[in-house]
C-alpha cells in the first residue's frame, strides 16, 4: 500500500522545491486503497424502526487525515400494498453513527397499491479521523408501523464502494 501524503502548509513564491516535497506533491489526494461489496438479498422492514439492509462494507484507514470517498447504489427500493400512504427512509451509517440521510419519499403514493421504484444513490465524503477498522453500512424504515417496504426486489443488486483519499 501506498503511504498518506503529508503536505506544507504554504509554498513560498520563487522557492525551489526539494526532492522530497516534489514527490509529496505526486503522491497528495491519492487513492490509497478501495474496497467494495455488494447484496442481492432481500430485506423487508415492517416498522418505523431503522433495520439493516444487508448492504454494508469495511475499510480499515492508513492515516488518521485520510479521507473516505463512499459510494452506495440502493436498489429494488419499494412498498407493499395495503399501506396507504407509506414510503421508504434510507441512511448511511459510519458504525452506529448516522451520517447521511439520503432517501426520505421512496416508493410514496397516496393509495395502499405496490410502488417499486427502483434505486436510490448517494456520494459521501467522509473524515472517520481513526486508522481502526471502520463499517459503513445502510439502514431503511417505513413511516408507518404497518405492512412494509422493501430492499433488493427480484435478486436487484445493490453496491457500496469505499475509497481512501489521503490529505
Not at 467494495?36 to 433495520?51: D, E, K, L, R, V
Not at 421504484?117 to 463499517?135: F, H, K, M, Q
Amino acid at each position: 500500500m501506498a503511504t498518506p501524503t503529508n503536505l506544507p502548509a504554504t509554498f513560498v513564491t520563487g522557492a525551489v522545491l526539494t526532492a522530497a516535497e516534489m514527490n509529496n506533491l505526486r503522491g497528495a489526494f491519492r487513492v490509497l486503497q478501495v474496497v467494495s461489496a455488494n447484496t442481492t438479498t432481500f430485506a423487508q422492514n415492517n416498522s418505523s424502526t431503522y433495520a439493516d439492509t444487508g448492504l454494508t462494507a469495511t475499510i480499515t484507514p492508513q492515516a488518521t487525515s485520510s479521507k473516505i470517498l463512499i459510494f452506495v447504489n440502493q436498489n429494488g427500493l419499494g412498498k407493499l400494498s395495503g399501506n396507504l400512504g407509506n414510503h421508504l427512509f434510507l441512511r448511511l451509517l459510519r458504525g452506529s453513527t448516522n451520517i447521511s440521510d439520503f432517501e426520505n419519499v421512496a416508493g410514496y403514493t397516496e393509495t395502499s397499491s405496490v410502488n417499486y421504484v427502483g434505486g436510490a444513490s448517494v456520494c459521501y465524503l467522509d473524515s472517520p479521523n481513526t486508522t481502526s477498522a471502520t463499517t459503513y453500512k445502510t439502514q431503511f424504515r417505513n413511516n408507518v408501523n404497518t405492512t412494509g417496504v422493501v430492499v433488493q426486489v427480484n435478486s436487484s443488486m445493490s453496491t457500496i464502494t469505499l475509497m481512501e483519499i489521503s490529505a
